[in-house]
């Protein structure tokens, strides 16, 4: 019996009268499972409040963060300021250097989007924020931040090469996502564990000349928003994470911007 006649079969009965109810009993395939969803994200996802699961709603557009821990920092104020207009997703945990950004979302993908998880999201992405580089530029050694002894984790060549593989990876997997890439906020002028004061600014440029070649991705400048705050905004000296204020100014920000392009 091919697929049409089992609809009139199952209406003929009165088993199943529409497309939508026979879809709620997955006679036509996966369709979304909360429960299922919710227990693959707890097994993938950081604890911390912003990694809480997001159940979506089917009437708003998806936005998806991607970053390092400045992200972290301001994604519970996006989704507080977008409530009611979009689903506001993060990625699972830390996104770190620009190398990890493919295999890293490639991950997150195939642990939680249908097909790979039977019942899981089963949307697309409407916008995609993304940043990546405080983690490019830091001097690591046997793991932890060394800048005496420690080696560069990419070189601004090496980066540059990444993101433009980001750039092309994102733009043939969400097609029609608008995308939105963040410049990487500043290293305190008097330097930072495993960071040198000003390589924000070389990488920063090297990103700009990357995405020259991708005039529709914009720009979010949050490393020109946040720059002439940095004094009050710092948690303390030698440390490029901000405090409440910076992090909900910073959080504001971003929820403009992605609201422009919902």
Not at 123 to 138: E, M, Q, Y
Request: net charge positive; proline share 3%; charged share 25%.
């Amino acid at each position: 019996m091919d697929r049409r006649s089992f609809v009139k079969y199952l209406g003929a009965t009165g088993i199943c009268i529409s497309a939508s109810s026979c879809a709620s009993l997955n006679l036509f395939g996966d369709t979304y499972d909360e429960e299922v969803a919710r227990e693959a994200w707890k097994n993938l996802a950081n604890k911390e409040a912003a990694f809480a699961y997001v159940s979506p709603n089917k009437k708003l557009p998806n936005v998806f963060i991607y970053g390092d821990s400045i992200s972290i920092g301001y994604t519970t104020t996006v989704r507080k300021e977008l409530e009611g207009k979009a689903n506001v997703f993060r990625f699972h945990k830390n996104g770190q250097s620009s190398n990890k950004f493919i295999p890293f979302v490639e991950k997150m993908k195939t642990t939680m989007f249908q097909p790979y998880l039977k019942g899981g999201w089963d949307f697309t992405w409407d916008v995609i924020h993304f940043n990546v580089g405080l983690h490019d530029l830091k001097y690591v050694k046997n793991g932890k931040l060394d800048l005496e002894n420690g080696k560069q984790v990419n070189s601004i060549e090496k980066y540059k090469e990444n993101l433009h593989e980001i750039c092309k990876y994102l733009k043939k997997e969400y097609p029609k996502a608008k995308l939105i890439f963040a410049t990487t906020t500043a290293v305190p002028e008097e330097g930072a564990d495993g960071r040198v004061a000003g390589d924000s600014v070389k990488y920063n440029k090297a990103a700009l000349e990357v995405l020259a070649n991708y005039p529709e991705i914009q720009i979010n400048d949050l490393y020109a928003f946040t720059k002439p705050h940095e004094k009050e905004w710092y948690i303390k000296p030698h440390n490029v994470h901000y405090n409440e204020l910076g992090k909900t100014a910073q959080g504001k920000e971003v929820a403009k911007i992605i609201a422009q392009n919902l």
